[in-house]
T-cell receptor, first 117, second 115 residues
Framework: AQSVTQPDIHITVSEGASLELRCNYS??????LFWYVQSPGQGLQLLLK??????LVQGIKGFEAEFKRSQSSFNLRKPSVHWSDAAEYFC???????????????FGQGTILTVHP | GAVVSQHPSRVICKSGTSVKIECRSL??????MFWYRQFPKKSLMLMAT?????????EQGVEKDKFLINHASLTLSTLTVTSAHPEDSSFYIC???????????FGQGTRLTVV
């Protein structure tokens, strides 16, 4: 079974600083990986995804993530954080096996990002 | 992009009553829908997977008779919380995927409060 670990529960950065959110996964085959952002009381918005090909993936809002198979990681980065980026971020891996659960996501515990002015 | 609409966004109900939450795919046919539950300050836990026209597949530990899922059409799935209790209070989120689709799209979520 797949699993996802986000080691950092809470990260605080200053506005304009760079950001890296860590994500490690466990999956038996080539994973499909996602990063989502959730504002308080809201649903999930997809930031970016990795299926195959280039291991550096560009997403919305200036985010990018790099898939590193050797480290089983898919860390999210942003060069310069804006106050509006304050939210909770979830990394997820998708089951690719066939059957009725095809496509279900397993989420990490989430990382809360606080941005100081 | 694909749009998934979830209704209601917030609901308060009395203990012992039932509550229905709807998840609609507005611009695509959702052959598979997923229902998640999110506890405060916790991650999302998959409750069940529903495929159009067949019974839902529940994750271990989820009570089938308490959380009734119906996926009767390609654009609508419903989650009914039966005989709700305060411990059922949570944030419920659905997602929908079309046949052959590589990603699922999320609804806005429903905040359920049982008093």
């Amino acid at each position: 079974a797949q699993s996802v670990t986000q080691p950092d529960i809470h990260i605080t950065v200053s506005e304009g600083a760079s950001l890296e959110l860590r994500c490690n996964y466990s999956y038996g085959a080539t994973p499909y990986l996602f990063w989502y952002v959730q504002s308080p009381g809201q649903g999930l918005q997809l930031l970016l995804k990795y299926f195959s090909g280039d291991t550096l993936v560009q997403g919305i809002k200036g985010f990018e993530a790099e898939f590193k198979r050797s480290q089983s990681s898919f860390n999210l980065r942003k060069p310069s954080v804006h106050w509006s980026d304050a939210a909770e971020y979830f990394c997820a891996v998708r089951a690719n096996a066939g059957g009725t659960s095809y496509g279900k996501l397993t989420f990490g515990q989430g990382t809360i990002l606080t941005v100081h002015p | 992009g694909a749009v998934v609409s979830q209704h209601p966004s917030r609901v308060i109900c009395k203990s012992g009553t039932s509550v229905k939450i709807e998840c609609r795919s507005l611009d695509f046919q959702a052959t598979t829908m997923f229902w998640y539950r999110q506890f405060p300050k916790k991650s999302l836990m998959l409750m069940a997977t529903s495929n159009e026209g067949s019974k839902a597949t529940y994750e271990q530990g989820v009570e089938k008779d308490k959380f009734l899922i119906n996926h009767a059409s390609l654009t609508l799935s419903t989650l009914t919380v039966t005989s709700a209790h305060p411990e059922d209070s949570s944030f419920y989120i659905c997602s929908a995927r079309n046949s052959g689709g590589t990603e699922a799209f999320f609804g806005q979520g429903t905040r359920l409060t049982v008093v």
